[in-house]
């Protein structure tokens, strides 16, 4: 199974902390199918706090990250953020994989892709 270009870790273009929060969600959305099923009300509060990334400011800087990425790698030096994304992308893929949800969660925002 592959990710198309706009499921995966936009971290170039897209801001950093905002990308992890967002595949998060999503692989609970998908890891969690099943309990869902017997606990909608949980389902809810989920997609209640999916709401919260239709926000102005938090989608226009998830948009124009601006140098968020360069701050991150400067941060957090010690750690491989680019092997942080694409693990987050194999635990989204292979979350999906199994899940009852069979369609991908689209990002509030589209990223520029070229």
């Known amino acids: ?15 950093f902390p905002l990308e992890v929060v967002w595949k998060i969600m999503t692989f609970t959305h998908y890891y969690c199918a099943k309990e869902f099923r017997s606990h909608a009300i949980d389902h809810s ?9 239709y926000n102005l400011d938090l989608s226009q800087r998830w948009a124009n990250p601006g140098p968020s990425f ?18 987050l992308d194999a635990c989204l893929m292979g979350a999906k994989a199994t899940s009852d949800y069979n369609q991908w969660v689209q990002r509030p925002i589209l990223p520029r892709l070229e």
């Open 45 to 53: 509060q989920l997609m209640v706090s999916f709401e919260s990334f």
């Open 1 to 15: 199974m592959e990710m198309s270009l706009n499921q995966t870790f936009q971290y170039e273009i897209l801001d």
């Open 70 to 87: 360069a701050v991150m790698k400067i941060l957090f030096s010690t750690f491989n953020l680019l092997r942080l994304a694409a693990a």
